[in-house]
């Protein structure tokens, strides 16, 4: 696998799968690769990180065998990301129990706000490879 950036996410937030399509629009190198934290492959890197396998209200990044959560994946992955969005990184020097406040806030509303889907997102042929399983 030539990617060592796996993105976790909540596989039926209308939000987060959201996210993942803005992700994969800007990353056309396909640096990130893609998990549901529902999926087979989503919950083997829940485990094998010692993460909760029931707790779906983080976006989590593993990359380099490393874990970065809530704000500080968003951040990570927004400094990666074709165009102007790296400038979000700045946002990293806010504490991170102010950042992460904040996401949760978000985290806890997404389903009012965004919807929420019955099933995960079924990835189209094109973009299977992005996705593990």
Known sequence: MKSTSIILFDGVCN???G???F???HDPNGKFLFASLQSEAGQQLLRQHQLP???FS???LVQHNK???KSTAALYVARQIRGAWCCLYIFIIVPRFLRDAVYNWIAQN???W???KETCMIPTPELKARFLP
């Open 58 to 60: 983080s976006f989590i």
């Open 19 to 21: 996210a993942v399509q």
């Open 15 to 17: 939000l987060c799968n």
């Open 53 to 55: 396998a029931d707790e």
């Open 110 to 112: 997404r389903y009012r």
């Open 23 to 25: 992700i994969i629009r």
């Open 114 to 116: 965004f919807g929420k």
């Open 67 to 69: 874990i970065y959560t």
